[in-house]
Every structure is written in structure tokens, then in C-alpha cells.
Nanobody
Framework: VQLQASGGGLVQAGGSLRLSCAASGMPASVNDMGWYHQAPGKQRDLVAVISREGGIRYAASVKGRFTISRDNARNTVYLQMNSLKPEDTGVYYC???????????????WGQGTLVTVSS
């Protein structure tokens, strides 16, 4: 099982980007999926997480600006980022709580990260 993230880039403050992250390898089950942000020189922090049933939690800093969603049929999670600020700059990682095969336990899988740069 692998997670592949895409959609990062360079955008001006106030602009928008949409990130995608797909789980490949035909996992048995994909449970919670989330996005994390790591600013230069900082720790990796939770941005948003969505359960398989659609329960959502956001970091306070992105509420009202970012929207997380998922397509269970495609094992894909999205992050729509609007009203971007320079402090949103950094690498965005997706994480999935995944059961790779039947009778195995759930494990955390991380995507490779996608860089978002917001210029002022």
C-alpha cells in the first residue's frame, strides 16, 4: 500500500490550491485519512482529518478556509485550500489509517509530501 499526494505549488496570498492523496495497492480498508503541515524548521502538525463515515476535524488555524473531503470508492482524500496565507507555506503530508490486507491490523501510512508555497 502506498499513498501518493499531489497538487502543491506556488500561489499568491489569497489564492487557492487543491491537494489530492490516493491510496494504491488495493487496501482492504481505508479508515481515517488526514493532512498534516510541516513548515520549514517546525514540527508536523495536523491540519484536518476525516473518518470513513465523514466525521471531520480541523485545526483552528484553517477552519473556514480549508475543506477536507474524501472519495471512498477511489480511496482518495482531498484538501481544498482557500484564502491561503504565507504561514500556510510548507510541506503537506497525507496520512491514512489503513488495513492493507484482510486479517491484518490497521497501520498508519504516510504520503511523500507535496510542497505548498504562498507568496505575500
Amino acid at each position: 500500500v502506498q499513498l501518493q499526494a499531489s497538487g502543491g505549488g506556488l500561489v499568491q496570498a489569497g489564492g487557492s490550491l487543491r491537494l489530492s492523496c490516493a491510496a494504491s495497492g488495493m487496501p482492504a480498508s481505508v479508515n481515517d485519512m488526514g493532512w498534516y503541515h510541516q513548515a520549514p524548521g517546525k514540527q508536523r502538525d495536523l491540519v484536518a482529518v476525516i473518518s470513513r463515515e465523514g466525521g471531520i476535524r480541523y485545526a483552528a488555524s484553517v477552519k473556514g478556509r480549508f475543506t477536507i473531503s474524501r472519495d471512498n470508492a477511489r480511496n482518495t482524500v482531498y484538501l481544498q485550500m482557500n484564502s491561503l496565507k504565507p504561514e500556510d507555506t510548507g510541506v503537506y503530508y497525507c496520512k491514512g489509517r489503513i488495513i492493507p490486507s484482510p486479517f491484518m491490523e490497521a497501520q498508519d501510512y504516510w504520503g511523500q509530501g507535496t510542497l505548498v508555497t504562498v507568496s505575500s
